[in-house]
């Protein structure tokens, strides 16, 4: 009785031994096992130096660079040189700045008009309070009698 035994392919490069799904690379090293071309590398992943609000400031290890915090999205991409860290570091600082800013004029605006509103108010009470500062009686707030009581 003959027990023939399918063979388990094995990588040439590492020797790993591969399953039915691996028929164009090698899953273990990447290498091509059809003659088909190998797979790119994946790009390195960014090593992130300072995160801010919205961006963030990193490097490769090719370039330095700048991302988008929320889609991981690069922004800017710069030299691998002190020259280079110079240049991100300004531009992260000013796309941190600009937004920070944005965002504080917002908040400013709504205390600048609370402001407003509050001498507005306190202008009105001090004006009524010396309008009829010699009345034995002051009229309320809201009404303006033509004669003092």
């Known amino acids: 009785m003959n027990h023939d035994t399918p063979t388990r392919k094995t990588c040439p490069s590492c020797g790993r031994g591969l399953s039915e799904a691996e028929t164009a690379f090698c899953g273990g090293c990447g290498a091509a096992l059809t003659g088909a071309r190998p797979m790119p590398p994946a ?3 960014p090593t992130f130096t300072h995160l801010g609000s919205q961006w963030a400031l990193g490097y490769t290890p090719s370039e330095y660079g700048i991302w988008d915090r929320q889609s991981g999205a690069p922004a800017h991409s710069y030299e ?3 020259a280079g860290w110079k240049q991100a570091w300004d531009q992260y600082s000013r796309m941190e700045r600009a937004l920070a800013l944005s965002r504080v004029g917002h908040r400013v605006g709504r205390a600048l008009a609370l402001i407003v509103i509050a001498v507005v108010i306190a202008g009105y009470i ?13 009229p309320g707030l809201f009404s303006w009698p033509s004669v003092c009581i």
């Open 126 to 138: 001090i004006l009524h309070n010396l309008r009829y500062a010699d009345c034995l009686m002051q």
């Open 80 to 82: 691998r040189t002190d």
């Open 43 to 45: 790009p390195p992943l």
